[in-house]
């Protein structure tokens, strides 16, 4: 699985699932590890992850996800100092968008 197939799923969970919200940081934080990212950065960037997720008001946590990417500073600043961390981040984000153009080329739509 890609690391974007892994970060995707992980929010499609946190979306679905609040029970998985006690679990969402560390398994986050693995996945950017497990990219090469440092510990203590990827810790960082999941932790406010979650906290920035936990507060979206809105239902597409993918779109939240996104904001966080493009708009948390602190979310970019910690990223940028990470070259696997800011790969990983760009490589969901692709994800995100390879999923919307199958599904608006098929009909079917993200909820």
């Known amino acids: 699985m890609s ?12 979306a679905v699932e609040p029970a998985f919200w006690k679990q969402f940081t560390s398994a986050f934080k693995n996945v950017l590890v497990d990219q090469g990212a440092a510990d203590d950065l990827a810790h960082k960037m999941a932790t406010i992850a979650f906290d920035a997720l936990r507060l979206h008001s809105g239902t597409d946590y993918h779109l939240g996800m996104v904001e966080v990417i493009a708009l948390h500073p602190e979310f970019e600043q910690t990223m940028y100092q990470d070259i696997a961390a800011t790969s990983a981040m760009h490589k969901y984000m692709t994800f995100c968008m ?3 153009n199958m599904q608006s080329v098929t009909g079917s739509t993200r909820q």
């Open 3 to 14: 690391i974007g197939q892994k970060i995707y799923q992980l929010i499609e969970q946190f």
């Open 98 to 100: 390879d999923i919307d």
